[in-house]
């Protein structure tokens, strides 16, 4: 053997153990997801619309192959058209699909879900049998010095003895705790202890102890009351949990859909502004074509170079405000702004207006019936109501029955394992009172959970008013939004007709400058206040479908519409 073999090896050791500390970590994990994903699959079928392929893990790596890829480049958005050469298409439903596994906002949400359904599985775990360890071990030793003389006179020595008495004392116990729900709580443990003189009597002394311990409440906390409302709490705290979540996925889809048509909206602007642009500058031209031949006053011509100017600059802002809105579509899917993508104008024209038959009375019903929120506030009613009921029972005098068994072995001073001796045991059993004389914190916490219950009562009350107001005003709104497309119709085509007479009238000689301002603005108008009133609908109507509680969302974010609905 060499002389480096000794330093391999130390250094060898300690690698060893980090690798098998991180094999420990690893399996912890998985033990900690296991419990977990539990938790929340037991619960998940009472939770309609609930995702059932519930999971935090992210090991999808975000990839736009095979999306389509954009070859033309739109002249109504000019020189910064050339930055969409390439960039790949996103559809609606790829957006979605994109914003649940890649939002951050989204991974958020999912992670407080596990977080809480990690806390009850803690828990759950107070009800189960625990085991517990410990050892110690010390070495003591004891030095004494002894003279002695001997003789007398001139023949006297002294003799000097060094004594040192070593020992190793060593203890090790095993403890299991089980708190059994409406029975009691268990105690066990096991005990051992060694002694062992290293100089002296060279044999071993050994001694071990079994013992059990049972506590159970018979009047204040009896079944141990407060451990069991702990966990009722912690389980239906999880179910709670997941219906806002199941809820917060419905809001998540709905405002990936707002802001996906804002975005085709604002690129719908884009166009409008350039085709006014386009038709400012043929006015213009076609005005000063007719000045130069003195047929036009110059007062007309700056008006419609005005105009010009105007439409120009409108039609840049509203550049801007596409770009814009572009990037932050992007950061809402967890895309980097760098990211080169571009939406969908499909999506835009297929967009229709479909309207709901059904009336504010019954859109109120079928929302105090589905409504997570409001089952939650109603739930939460009932979890104070339980609360009084503890709070109450701890103003009781405690009575406990209390009894304990111990075993212990026979003293050992051989080689041999000292085993508890079940012919040598002692045991007790008897009642333990406190008459609570003294009840103030008690008292004051009994009047706590009246005051919350009573609030729970009012917050369903406020709970059941707010879902009213939002179902009506969200039908309001959508029958607003109605309207509003029905409006922006007839005015795009009181628009054009206008500009068509304008036309004519120019070509004869007989157009006035501002009205051909007047009428192109219009149009431009009516076009854009088309594009927003249909866009609104759309997001009024899955609004709407959301405030009912029945907007049915599938595992890649995307919404399934109602069956009865009829297009208008």
Request: aromatic share 4%.
């Given at each position: 053997m060499n002389s480096t073999t000794p330093l391999r090896s130390w250094i060898g050791l300690p690698l060893a153990l980090l690798l098998l500390a991180g094999c420990t970590a690893a399996q912890y994990r998985k033990s900690a997801d296991a419990t977990a994903y539990r938790a929340i699959k037991q619960k998940t079928p009472r939770v309609p619309n609930m995702d059932p392929h519930f999971t935090i893990e992210q090991t999808n790596k975000l990839s736009l192959e095979g999306l389509p890829i954009s070859t033309n480049v739109p002249e109504s958005l000019g020189p910064d058209g050339e930055r969409e050469r390439g960039a790949r298409i996103l559809r609606l439903d790829d957006a979605l699909a994109i914003a649940v596994e890649h939002s951050r906002a989204y991974q958020s949400r999912k992670e407080d879900l596990y977080l809480a359904a990690l806390g009850v599985t803690f828990t759950r775990h107070q009800f189960t049998p625990i085991l517990s360890g410990n050892a110690s071990a010390e070495f003591t030793g004891v030095a004494n010095v002894i003279t002695r003389t001997n003789g007398m006179g001139t023949n006297a020595g002294v003799a000097i003895a060094f004594l040192e008495d070593d020992n190793t004392h060593g203890k090790a116990g095993l403890t299991a705790e089980w708190l059994m729900r409406d029975v009691g709580k268990l105690t066990t443990s096991f005990t051992a202890d060694f002694l062992r003189f290293v100089t002296g009597d060279p044999r071993m002394a050994r001694s071990a102890q079994l013992t059990a311990e049972f506590t159970r409440p018979l009047w204040r906390d009896a079944g141990f009351k407060a451990q069991v409302e702990?966990?009722?709490?912690?389980?239906?705290?999880?179910?709670?949990?997941?219906?806002?979540f199941t809820r917060y996925r419905r809001e998540f889809s709905v405002s990936i859909a707002t802001a996906y048509y804002s975005v085709l909206g604002s690129r719908d602007i884009v166009r409008n502004n350039f085709l006014n642009l386009q038709s400012s500058r043929k006015s213009a031209e076609s005005k000063r074509a007719l000045a130069a031949e003195g047929r036009e006053t110059q007062s007309d011509v700056g008006r419609l170079a005005q105009q010009e100017l105007s439409s120009e600059s409108a039609w840049i802002n509203a550049i801007r405000s596409y770009q814009q809105s572009l990037d932050d579509f992007k950061l809402q899917l967890g895309l980097?702004?760098?990211?080169?993508?571009?939406?969908?104008?499909?999506?835009?024209?297929?967009?229709?207006?479909?309207?709901?038959?059904?009336?504010?009375?019954?859109?109120?019903?079928v929302a105090l019936a589905a409504?997570?929120?409001?089952?939650?506030?109603?739930?939460?009613?009932e979890d104070a109501d339980r609360k009084v009921k503890v709070a109450a029972n701890f103003l009781k005098p405690r009575l406990d029955f209390t009894t304990s068994v111990a075993v212990n072995s026979l003293d050992s001073k051989n080689t041999g394992v000292p085993l508890p001796d079940f012919n040598r045991y002692t045991y007790s059993a008897g009642l333990n009172l406190d008459p609570a004389f003294?009840?103030?914190?008690?008292?004051?916490?009994?009047?706590?959970?009246?005051?919350?219950?009573d609030r729970a009562a009012?917050?369903?009350?406020?709970?059941?008013?707010?879902?009213?107001?939002?179902?009506?005003?969200?039908?309001?709104?959508?029958d607003q939004a109605k309207r509003n497309f029905e409006i922006s119709e007839i005015g795009v085509k009181l628009a054009d007709r206008r500009v068509e007479e304008q036309g004519i009238l120019a070509e004869l000689g007989r157009a006035k400058a501002q009205d051909q301002v007047d009428t192109q603005n219009d149009l431009v108008n009516s076009k854009n206040q088309r594009t927003q009133a249909l866009v609104g609908h759309t997001i009024a109507r899955l609004k709407f479908w959301n405030n009912l509680g029945i907007l049915y969302i599938k595992d890649r974010g995307q919404w399934e519409e109602l069956k009865d609905e009829k297009t208008k």
């Open positions: 702990a966990l009722t709490q912690a389980e239906r705290t999880l179910l709670y949990d997941l219906r806002n980097t702004v760098d990211e080169s993508v571009i939406l969908d104008d499909r999506e835009l024209a297929a967009m229709q207006i479909v309207h709901p038959e059904i009336t504010t009375a019954d859109s109120i019903r409504r997570l929120d409001y089952l939650n506030s109603k739930d939460e009613l003294d009840r103030t914190a008690e008292r004051d916490a009994y009047r706590r959970e009246l005051i919350s219950r009012r917050a369903v009350e406020q709970q059941e008013d707010e879902i009213k107001l939002q179902v009506r005003d969200s039908w309001r709104s959508l």
